[in-house]
Nanobody, 120 residues
């Protein structure tokens, strides 16, 4: 069955970096568009970044553009999110998700999430 397992979260200082991983099983990530989304305490789900199935284009929310990089390792069937220049407002539970639909913001499967806390 389809599974997505995120890892790599933790505590980082403002200005620091973290790399999140999302290991997929039950399907091949290179045949689907994939996204990262996050949910901060008391807030709704926020789309963060997405990549099309052929890897031709990547997209970012304005709040993370220029700081985060989404990528994919097809051989490892894994999605990544490199997060640089972290800010306290990046604190959230981060999910990877398999995309259905045309806008990278509709999902049929997602993982349990990995917590990112940015604090000094």
């Amino acid at each position: 069955q389809v599974q997505l397992v995120e890892s790599g979260g933790g505590l980082a200082q403002p200005g620091g970096s973290l790399r999140l991983s999302c290991a997929a099983s039950g399907f091949t990530v290179s045949t689907y568009a994939m996204s990262w989304a996050r949910q901060a305490p008391g807030k709704g789900l926020e789309w963060v970044s997405g990549i099309w199935s052929d890897g031709s284009d990547t997209y970012y929310a304005d709040s993370v553009k220029g700081r985060f990089i989404i990528s994919r390792d097809n051989a490892k069937n894994t999605l990544y999110l490199q997060m640089n220049s972290l800010k306290p407002e990046d604190t959230a539970l981060y999910f990877c998700a398999r995309v259905v639909g045309p806008d990278l913001k509709e999902y049929d499967y997602w993982g349990q999430g990995t917590q990112v806390t940015v604090s000094s």
